[in-house]
Nanobody, 123 residues
Framework: QVQLVESGGGLVQAGGSLRLSCAAS????????MGWFRQAPGKEREIVAA????????YYADSVKGRFTISRDNAKNTVYLQMNSLKPEDTAVYFC??????WGRGAEKYDYWGQGTQVTVSS
């Protein structure tokens, strides 16, 4: 069982930056694939980025490549999402998720979810 708590969301102007954090409970964090997803009003939840358990491989949605960076610190049981050059279309609730086995984009395959943190980018 893993419990996830996101933080770091807020209101930022276009072009600005935010760093999201996701703190995980449990001793097995280092064995989990971690993902960041987002959901805007009226839209489906979509993957933003994912990182393997060791941090050796990452995945980014095309819409955020070159602007966002996912990283993790297994000693601190925390995964991060550094978001730079933010755009109004990045406005959404951002969720972190964990999977013990799945590496991919499918939200339905991730077993554990945080409560989400709101990111609002003003133009």
């Amino acid at each position: 069982q893993v419990q996830l708590v996101e933080s770091g969301g807020g209101l930022v102007q276009a072009g600005g930056s935010l760093r999201l954090s996701c703190a995980a409970s449990g001793r097995t964090f280092s064995s989990y694939v971690m993902g960041w997803f987002r959901q805007a009003p009226g839209k489906e939840r979509e993957i933003v980025a994912a990182i393997t358990s060791s941090g050796g491989n990452t995945y980014y949605a095309d819409s955020v490549k070159g602007r966002f960076t996912i990283s993790r610190d297994n000693a601190k049981n925390t995964v991060y999402l550094q978001m730079n050059s933010l755009k109004p279309e990045d406005t959404a609730v951002y969720f972190c998720a964990a999977s013990p086995t799945y590496w991919g984009r499918g939200a339905e395959k991730y077993d554990y979810w945080g409560q989400g943190t709101q990111v609002t980018v003003s133009s």
